[in-house]
């Protein structure tokens, strides 16, 4: 099965450890594993910040780095949601409309992709350790996918995963939200953090890197010992109890 | 009261409110409260169906009202006349104003008492009738106290949520009380004070939870037994409507009630679902003998007709206030508006404007929980960034750097070189700013990002260079182990 | 009686051109895809539905009692009672006699509701321990009566006094909501007069507003209390 890699701009940027990660867990699962060349940012930032006409060129971008895989899969839901919009934003272009529509059609996150479409629920991974889960608001409630992160949690092989309270409030990450409104993003980031510390967990996972970003530089700034991790990280682990957890030494790093 | 509250800019109202420690317990506290009773009566009461289902209904039912809107307006107000009631539509504030007072005026009103309204809060009228020499008195519990407190409402269903009852209890010594600050009590008092004020006043003033379009009817939805008192007591009876809260027939009133009453509460029924329709000549004794029924535009057309008109299909429930992660952490006065919450950053520039309410729609992380709450399903997250594109299209001043960025973005986001070169060069320029495997103090545009959190450090390696490596030793080791050469 | 209209024609027109149509050009009438009302309790049997009404009524601090016509008087008395008697007012209802009430009413001194006697009416209602009614249509699901209001069935009995007993004839309870504003738009279609105040009224009045603690008995009555008649 052919799999292009939608790496995402933050993904390119900074969290370079996470898409090994994907990659080798996809080429596990049976995956012949691409990376179109072409690709660049799914252009939240602008469409969220009301720039729908600066979004054109970053989305037609994308279409035509994407249009000839079989399948689109990105490790962050609120990108993979971006590209199931993008036929809204070519009503008045029915050519790029239709595009759009292909790619949408063959888009997934990646743990959804995992569960609905290679209809897999134990990669194989183990990681010992105490972690809860944080449901992002795009791939939940804009993508509709609520449980596939959840199911590869449950299967890895000595992981305590322990529900989040109040999980259905955002992080307060938002985009340009974080920036422009900060003082409210960090109450609402630190009322996170107090409900991940309430479980006692070593680890928290999410399936996307922009509100781990979030949640991880608050825990940096505040010196909290939680690691902050992508759910890839745990599902491409195969360490034993007590055993270093790390798939090479390049990815010592925690999200953060 | 107005529309507006206050007149902080918005920035230094979300400072107060982040630091007034009470207020946002109280507010968290609430939405935990209303959110779980919310859930027990819909997804949770298996007995209704799939709430989906409901959902739909309420929208669909919504939808075709606002379309139509001009026809079961024209509805409503004949049937409310024929039956002896007086109608007045009213285009703006002003008007509506206007009129009220001239009713007053002519009845020689000196004495008001009023149900709820958010709509009559929108238009001032208390101010109105208060220059004109008439007390009026607010009944609902949490609109008395804020009334006797001179303050302002922080929730459309539960607008004192923001109060203690220890300064509840100092609201009250003002009106003489001498009691504790346990909540009956206080209740006791307000049943005591405002018994004898129900049943002398000349004026009764009421909102319009929905108006019945082919019967001319006034449904009122409330717990206390106010609205009762203040509708069968006083002689004169004045219902303010916002033009858009009506249904077509009592069959589709069930609908949008049951929608009401389990969103915003959590009851199956509030206490009291009151259908009223005028009866000028009847005998009855404990009926009002005149009855107004006053229809507000005040910018609900600007709605109409654009993509934002299904704001106007809300029900008034606070659904999306009670899950909104923003109000649960400034609450309802940072708002500046008495609307507060998402359907508050939706309808106030609507309303009002976007000199005055712009920023509104910008404090918002764009969850989408308000759009998975709405009983009627207004896709209240899709029509904030909505707002944001007609901001930035001239309905606004957003700042200039800010568009200049986007520009950048834009040009940057569309081209696979520059990213790569950006991709490339970002660890090393960024490099100087690294402590410690992060970033704690970020460049320019990313400062506020750094005020609380540290940035990540740009990732020296490339993914692309790391794939195609990668992608060789696989190639390698299966060449390896099939004997083949590359 | 006619009343008046102000202002209609500019105001509509206005709206009118913005949703692209004419003024008062009927809309096609909906029918609507989604009516999951119609299905809520379809195949509840009439003692399922007063097994539920009861519970209903638990949640709604209201006390129920259910007994026959026979035993109906003696019931009331009971209640009456146990709510402790003093002044009590009664609607003008002839399902009062005959539901052979008319000696409990006498005994009590109760006033009956004359709407001749004008205002002392409300200071009568005002001053009672005690309001009696018969509710029109149940409402199961929610414990809720249903008042149908006039210038006899006043609406100040089920107001005013502290305490507030509805006597409910087993066949008017339906399910919920639906069950009843069917009942009245019918009314509606076949061109019948509808109460010019109906209300439907779940248990005592309450609030929250006070920290979001709940005070039970706020401007209306502060107890309720339902009497079932299980072959009325």
Redesign the interface.
């Given at each position: 099965m052919k799999v292009s890699l939608f790496?995402t701009?933050l993904?390119?940027?900074?969290?370079?450890?996470v898409?090994?990660d994907v990659?080798e867990v996809l080429?596990r699962l049976g995956c012949e594993v691409d990376?179109p060349?072409?690709?660049?940012?799914c252009?939240q930032?602008?469409?969220?910040?009301?720039?729908?006409?600066?979004?054109k060129?970053?989305a037609?971008?994308m279409i035509r780095?994407f249009e000839h895989s079989d399948y689109i899969v990105c490790p962050s839901g609120s990108c993979a949601t971006m590209f199931h919009e993008y036929p809204n934003f070519f009503a008045d272009e029915p050519e790029w409309q239709e595009k759009a529509k292909n790619i949408a059609d063959k888009t997934y996150e990646f743990t959804q992709f995992i569960v609905r479409v290679l209809g897999v629920v134990d990669v194989g991974a183990e990681y010992h350790a105490r972690a809860t889960l944080h449901t992002s608001?795009?791939m939940t409630?804009?993508l509709g996918e609520r449980e596939a992160h959840y199911t590869l949690l449950k299967h890895v092989k000595g992981l305590d995963l322990v529900p989040l309270p109040?999980n259905?409030?955002?992080c307060?990450?938002?985009?340009t939200?974080?920036?422009?409104?900060?003082?409210?993003?960090?109450?609402?980031?630190d009322?996170k953090i107090r409900h991940i510390e309430e479980t006692d967990a070593e680890v928290v996972v999410g399936a996307d890197a922009s509100c781990l970003?979030?949640i991880?530089?608050?825990m940096?700034?505040l010196g909290r010992p939680i690691k902050v991790l992508h759910i890839a990280q745990i599902l491409n682990s195969h360490q034993t109890e007590g055993a270093e957890r790390h798939a090479d030494e390049?990815r010592k790093?925690t999200?953060? | 009261m107005p529309m507006k509250v206050g007149n902080r800019p918005f920035f230094e109202g979300v400072d107060k409110a982040i630091h007034d420690s009470f207020m946002v317990n109280a507010v968290s506290s609430a939405q935990d409260g209303l959110r779980g009773r919310k859930l027990s009566a819909t997804i949770g009461d298996k007995a209704l169906g799939d709430w989906e289902e409901w959902r739909s209904a309420g929208e669909e039912i919504r939808a075709h009202t606002l379309n139509n809107l001009d026809y079961y307006l024209k509805q409503l107000s004949d049937n409310f006349a024929a039956r002896g009631g007086h109608v007045f539509f009213a285009e703006t504030a002003e008007e509506a104003r206007d009129y009220v007072k001239k009713v007053c005026k002519e009845k020689n009103a000196k004495h008001v008492v009023k149900a709820k309204s958010m709509v009559t809060e929108e238009i001032s009228l208390n101010e109105a009738l208060e220059e004109e020499g008439c007390e009026v008195l607010e009944t609902d519990l949490a609109e008395f106290i804020l009334q006797v407190d001179h303050d302002q409402p922080s929730h459309i269903v539960v607008p004192s949520v923001h109060k203690n009852r220890q300064q509840i209890r100092d609201a009250f010594k003002k009106l003489g009380y001498e009691g504790s600050d346990d909540p009956k009590e206080l209740a006791g008092f307000a049943r005591k004070t405002l018994r004898s004020k129900f049943l002398n006043a000349d004026v009764g003033i009421t909102g319009c939870n929905f108006a019945v379009a082919d019967t001319g009817s006034i449904c009122l939805v409330t717990n206390e037994g106010n609205a009762n008192m203040v509708t069968s007591f006083p002689e004169t009876q004045i219902t303010v409507m916002g033009m858009e809260r009506l249904v077509p027939t009592w069959k589709e009133l069930d609908v949008v009630v049951s929608l009401l009453c389990r969103s915003s509460v959590g009851q199956r029924l509030t206490t009291y679902v009151t259908d009223i329709t005028p009866k000028a000549d009847q005998d009855a004794v404990d009926s009002p003998k005149d009855y107004h029924l006053v229809i507000v535009d005040a910018g609900r057309s600007n709605a109409l007709g654009t993509d934002f008109q299904s704001a106007l299909h809300c029900i008034r429930c606070a659904a999306c206030i009670n899950v909104c992660p923003v109000y649960r952490h400034i609450g309802g006065h940072a708002y500046g508006s008495i609307y507060p919450g998402p359907i508050g950053a939706v309808l106030s520039p609507i309303l009002g404007g976007y000199e005055e309410y712009g920023k509104l729609p910008y404090a918002s992380s764009l969850c989408a929980a308000c759009s998975e709450a709405c009983p009627v399903k207004i896709p209240l997250h899709k029509l904030l960034i909505r707002h944001r594109e007609k901001y930035v299209e001239g309905g606004g001043h957003p700042p200039v750097m800010e568009r200049a960025a986007m520009k950048g973005f834009s040009i940057g986001a569309s081209s696979p070189m520059i990213f790569r070169a950006g991709t490339k060069m970002a660890p090393i320029i960024l490099k100087p700013l690294v402590h410690d495997g992060s970033i704690p103090k970020g460049p320019g545009p990313m400062k506020p990002w750094t005020h609380g959190r540290d940035l990540p450090a740009p990732s020296k390696e490339n993914f692309r260079d790391w794939f195609k490596k990668h992608k060789q030793q696989s190639a390698t080791i299966q060449a390896k182990g099939t004997g083949e050469s590359l | 009686m006619r009343g008046t209209i102000e202002n209609r024609d500019s105001f509509l027109e206005k709206i009118a051109g913005k949703l692209n149509r004419t003024v008062g050009e009927v809309p096609e009438m909906p029918i609507w895809a989604h009516k999951p009302q119609e299905r809520v309790y379809e195949d509840y049997s009439e003692d399922q539905l007063t097994a539920m009404m009861k519970k209903a009524c638990e949640s709604i601090h209201t006390t129920v009692c259910e007994t026959n016509s026979d035993g109906l008087a003696e019931k009331l008395k009971q209640l009456i009672d146990k709510y402790g008697a003093g002044k009590i007012v009664a609607t003008k209802d002839e399902r009062f006699e005959a539901f052979g009430l008319s000696n409990v009413l006498e005994n009590y001194q109760a006033y009956t509701w004359n709407y001749k006697e004008g205002h002392q009416n409300i200071d009568k209602a005002a001053e009672a321990n005690i309001g009696l009614s018969i509710c029109d249509v149940m409402l199961a699901e929610s414990a809720t009566a249903g008042l149908f209001n006039d210038k006899d069935k006043a609406r100040s009995v089920s107001l005013l006094p502290e305490t507030s007993i509805v006597i409910v004839p087993k066949s008017s309870i339906v399910p919920r909501l639906t069950q009843a504003m069917n009942l009245i738009e019918n009314k509606v279609e076949n061109g019948e007069d509808v109460s010019s105040y109906i209300n439907f009224i779940s248990g005592p009045s309450n609030s929250a507003d006070i920290e979001m603690r709940l005070v039970v008995g706020v401007h209306g009555p502060i107890k309720v209390a339902y009497i079932i008649v299980s072959d009325l």
């Open positions: 790496t701009c993904g390119d940027l900074f969290y370079v450890d898409l090994k990659t080429e990376v060349e072409g690709q660049v940012c252009g930032p602008a469409y969220n910040s009301g720039y729908a006409k600066d979004t060129g970053p037609k971008n780095a608001c795009h409630r804009l109040n259905y409030d955002c307060g990450f938002g985009g939200f974080s920036v422009k409104m900060f003082p409210i993003s960090e109450q609402m980031v009322e970003m979030n991880g530089g608050r940096k700034r390049s790093s999200i953060l | - | -």
